[in-house]
């Protein structure tokens, strides 16, 4: 089982602005270790959204941002659009387990 | 553009074995560390092995240990997979991808294959 952990769901309508919880401890965030975000479209391969807690690859619009404050981090999206429904999952290091974890995902739908 | 092809999956039965291949193009794949993410069918993420640039260095979750091998041949741009005594737990898709790593960070994947499914049962 993961040992980051991430609400089931959440939604918003159109234009509206969401957040994604991730919550570690202090083997894994709370170590300092960096957090990143990945989104999954259906039927999809994952694709990194952000990484190092708050940095955007290239071409990611800025409706997404990361953040990340002791055992926890959080990804918000504002201004929800239809091509948003997607998983979105967070990774970091793990120093018990001596490898990488991946949050228990979370399915954004546009109401 | 920087591309990884995965191959290999198919239907095995409990105890069998199997090899994924992932083949690599656009980037100078001899420089960095490579990995495998594993899905099972309507769950989330898992790690499964890394592995370092001259393949001296190999990472594996717990779950795997003793059961699969990463390897990769830089002369061939192909990262591998063999994964003996398979379970059905070990039933997912299997996702090729590059450990990019910052100064200071631990890896994060990117880009990811598309995967390649591998699904045990008799």
């Known amino acids: 089982q993961s040992v980051l952990t991430q609400p089931p769901s959440v939604s918003g309508a159109p234009g509206q602005r969401v957040t994604i919880s991730c919550t570690g401890s202090s083997s894994n965030i709370g170590a300092g270790y960096d957090v990143h975000w990945y989104q999954q479209l259906p039927g999809t391969a994952p694709k990194l959204l952000i990484y190092v807690n708050t940095n955007r690859p290239s071409g990611v619009p800025d409706r997404f941002s990361g953040s990340k404050s002791g055992t926890s981090a959080s990804l918000a999206i504002t201004g929800l659009q239809a091509e948003d429904e997607a998983d979105y999952y967070c990774?970091?290091?793990?120093?018990?387990?001596?490898?990488?974890?991946f949050g228990t995902g979370t399915k954004v739908t546009v109401l | 553009e920087v591309q990884l092809v995965e191959s290999g999956g198919g239907l095995v039965q409990p105890g069998g074995s199997l090899r994924l291949s992932c083949a690599a193009s656009g980037f100078t794949f001899s420089s960095f560390w490579m990995s495998w993410v594993r899905q099972a069918p309507g769950k989330g993420l898992e790690w499964v092995a890394n592995?370092?640039?001259?393949?001296?260095?190999?990472y594996y979750v717990d779950s795997v240990k003793g059961r699969f091998t990463i390897s990769r041949d830089n002369a061939k741009n192909s990262l591998y997979l063999q994964m003996n005594s398979l379970r059905a737990e070990d039933t997912a898709v299997y996702y090729c991808a590059r450990a990019y790593y910052s100064s200071g960070s631990y890896a994060r994947f990117d880009p990811w294959g598309q995967g390649t499914l591998v699904t045990v049962s008799s």
């Open positions: 592995i370092n640039q001259d393949g001296r260095e190999k």
């Open positions: 990774q970091s290091y793990d120093s018990s387990l001596s490898g990488y974890v």
